[in-house]
């Protein structure tokens, strides 16, 4: 089992690197190949999209080749879609970020499935990891993507592409895991140890508890990438250089694994986890709020509490996919669905409030609408944490 956690850990720590590298290189990137800002704005949407797009598909692989198997895939197609970076022609840095981009897509929906499958006396502690190492992967790329590629004198392609080499460590760690499914498949047909059973989920598109844990991930995803890409642009509009800026994005992703680590072990002793989604919210909103009215002078405060509460709203999104699944086959389908959802519309939050900014002319209102945003995330996240199951197959209460 400790295995196990491990191989969880690092393959979770490589679903965010490979696409947070591109923000700190992305003017020399554009310097370098011509590229358009438009251009340049797909290396870090592309990515997103695709977490949206082809989230529907990872169930159904898991089922076809085993969970365990597709998860050690995703590694090594994620390897080799930071590799194409690599090459010189301006195409194969989109090709190879659509690459990385499914195969965290993939990803993505399938280890809330093993968490639900391998570890179900520790859901909250498990849920708490996964969530602390996506945001410790975005803060290690976006904190030292420069520094390394400055101390080594590298090209930007060597400096996003040595990223491939921590999704490789990640292949050696959960190969073992591979062969051990591949040992219990036959006496594992209809439900996988990896966290796929051979039937298809039924019913689960129309059912209401399903749609308030997809409006939740898709509420906090929102409001997480909105904020993201803006951030360092609200805070340099404000006075401060863009190295402090970016730092500043950076110390927000290292506070936000306390939160996402923590809130699920608060709500496994027994803190009501509706109590914990308005304590995340409105950290958030404040902090939001803060950069309407300092937000240079207090932009640590402001880091720390909205990397606090977006790391806790993350982490309370897949906890509550794992606890409204009944087992490891709703989980990934309910992982589906609720990603579905929320990285599609996170790839539009972006472009959303950057035309509000040209539109006014500052950013005022469009942190005005991140605000406002917190009312439907509370109500999703408190809807989603009635303790029953999004499935028809079942009893309504856990």
Not at 332 to 343: D, E, F, K
């Amino acid at each position: 089992m400790v295995l196990l956690a491990v191989g969880l850990v690092l393959v979770a720590v490589n679903l965010r690197p490979g696409v947070v590298a591109v923000a700190p290189l992305l003017d020399t990137i554009r310097a370098d190949t011509g590229m358009s800002t438009a251009m340049a704005g797909l290396l870090t949407t592309l990515p997103v999209l695709c977490f949206g797009l082809l989230a529907p598909l990872a169930p159904r692989l898991g089922r076809r080749f085993h969970v365990n198997g597709v998860l050690l895939l995703t590694m090594l197609l994620l390897a080799a879609g930071t590799a194409l970076r690599l090459l010189h022609p301006t195409a194969t840095l989109l090709i190879g970020t659509v690459v990385a981009g499914a195969a965290i897509a993939v990803a993505n929906v399938l280890l809330p499935g093993v968490i639900k499958q391998e570890f179900p006396a520790r859901v909250g502690l498990m849920s708490g990891v996964y969530s602390m190492s996506l945001f410790g992967g975005a803060a290690l790329a976006a904190g030292l993507t420069l520094p390394v590629q400055n101390a080594l004198h590298l090209e930007w392609r060597p400096a996003l592409a040595m990223w491939g080499l921590l999704a490789l460590l990640a292949t050696l760690v959960w190969l073992p895991q591979v062969r051990r499914s591949a040992a219990s498949r036959a006496t594992t047909t209809r439900s996988s140890r990896g966290g796929a059973a051979t039937r298809p989920v039924r019913g689960l598109w129309t059912h209401p508890v399903a749609w308030l844990v997809a409006f939740y991930f898709a509420a906090q995803a929102l409001v997480f990438y909105s904020s993201a890409a803006w951030l360092p642009s609200i805070l340099t509009g404000a006075g401060m250089s863009s190295g402090v800026a970016g730092w500043m994005l950076s110390f927000s992703s290292l506070t936000a694994i306390v939160g996402a680590l923590f809130t699920p072990m608060l709500a496994a002793r027994r803190v009501h986890p509706g109590v914990l989604v308005l304590l995340s919210a409105l950290l958030t909103m404040v902090a939001f709020a803060g950069l309407l009215v300092a937000p240079a002078a207090g932009a640590y405060l402001w880091m720390a509490l909205m990397g606090v509460g977006q790391g806790a709203g993350l982490s309370l999104s897949v906890l509550f996919i794992v606890l409204r699944a009944p087992d490891s086959r709703h989980a990934a389908q309910l992982s589906s669905m609720a990603q579905c959802a929320g990285y599609v519309l996170s790839a539009i939050g972006p472009f959303a409030l950057g035309a509000l900014h040209e539109m006014t002319g500052g950013w005022t209102l469009p942190l005005a609408v991140l605000i406002v945003l917190g009312v439907p995330t509370v109500a999703c996240g408190i809807g989603s944490a009635r303790d029953r199951y999004a499935s028809r197959e079942v009893g309504v209460t856990s």
